[in-house]
């Protein structure tokens, strides 16, 4: 049933990993997750290594408590238990594996990146770094022009940006292999911490891997474009390897279109109220991102057959 040659990409993957899976409680738990879910927990189990639990919940204003129960609840009704960062240690007291509870560990990565590095305080909005590129909204693959780089703000109520210079980061990732990306080209300086004083996702995870010993990063395709990004953000921390990356397909319908969590088609909550089992949703969630050939039932202890383990 193995759908994946593990032991073609073994020489690419590190002995019993410590790998994560890390959702942002901004909704409810939807077959992307379990996608992933199910690259992560069946690579760890395959491996011999760990699956670290964190809650992604850097940006306040989109977190909510209310999505991170339901979310524990469904990985708990799917059966998916972690290793490290277990719900009760998420819960007991400040927990290193909740951003928010994090802010220490932050604030002293920042410290070394200002002896490091040169970071420059920036004014401006979202809003003006899109006018700025020609269009009205701002993604994630906006260039920062450098605007406020020379301008000596003070940093008080400004958000806070990475210096990033020109230059190459090539790292191999265990599925797609050899991978060159240009940070300077793509992002330009990195925004750290934002107007509102919230760290953000790329630099709250790179210190969160490093500090919590990941040495696997498993993802969706879509994020590959950050990777490089990751990579120099991590060697200025100090990391002197970077994690071990694989970046998996992301799940689509039968005709190859992309399934919308809006349209309801991939809701955890909608399909055990409909009555599908958890080893059904499992199946459905490795058919959709390629690791079985059809939807068949999978338990959670058959998860490492998927990449040829047992
Ligand atoms: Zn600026």
């Known amino acids: 049933m193995s759908a994946v040659d593990l032991a073609a990409l073994a020489s690419r993957l590190p002995a019993r990993p410590l790998t994560r899976f890390a959702p942002s409680p901004t909704g409810y738990l939807h077959l992307g997750h379990v996608a992933n879910a199910v690259w992560v927990w069946g690579l760890a189990r395959a491996l011999d290594g760990r699956v670290l639990l964190r809650l992604e919940d850097h940006d306040r204003g989109r977190c909510r408590r209310e999505y991170e129960a339901a979310l524990l609840d469904d ?9 490290v960062g277990a719900p009760r240690e998420l819960r007991v007291g400040r927990s290193p594996y909740r951003q928010q509870d994090s802010g220490p560990a932050y604030e002293a990565a920042l410290a070394t990146l ?32 450098g605007t406020c780089r020379s301008r000596g703000l003070g940093s008080s109520g ?21 991978q060159a990306q240009e940070p300077s080209a793509q992002c330009g300086d990195l925004l750290l911490r934002d107007r509102q004083g919230q760290w953000t996702y790329q630099f709250a995870v790179v210190v969160d891997d490093l500090r919590h010993e990941v040495d696997l990063v498993v993802r969706g395709e879509d ?7 990751q990579v120099l953000l991590g060697r200025l921390l100090g990391r002197a390897e970077p994690p071990v990356f694989l970046h998996h397909p992301l799940i689509r319908k039968a005709g190859g279109e992309k399934l919308s ?15 599908v089992s958890p080893a059904e949703t499992l199946g459905r969630a490795a ?22 383990a047992g």
Request: proline share 6%; charged share 30%; with cysteine.
């Open 261 to 275: 969590k809006a349209a309801g088609d991939t809701g955890i909550r909608e399909l055990r109220v409909a009555g």
């Open 75 to 83: 990985l708990d009704w799917l059966g998916l238990e972690p290793d």
């Open 223 to 229: 994020l590959l474009g950050s990777t490089g990004r």
């Open 114 to 145: 200002e002896q490091r590095t040169t970071l420059f305080a920036c004014s401006c909005s979202r809003k003006e770094l899109a006018r700025a590129e020609g269009g009205d909204v701002l993604n994630e693959e906006t260039r920062y022009p």
């Open 287 to 308: 058919f959709l991102t390629g690791l079985l050939p059809r939807p068949q039932p999978l338990g959670v202890g058959d998860l490492a057959k998927l990449f040829g």
């Open 158 to 178: 400004l958000g806070l940006r990475l210096r990033v210079e020109p230059g190459v980061e090539r790292f191999v990732d265990a599925r797609l292999g050899a």
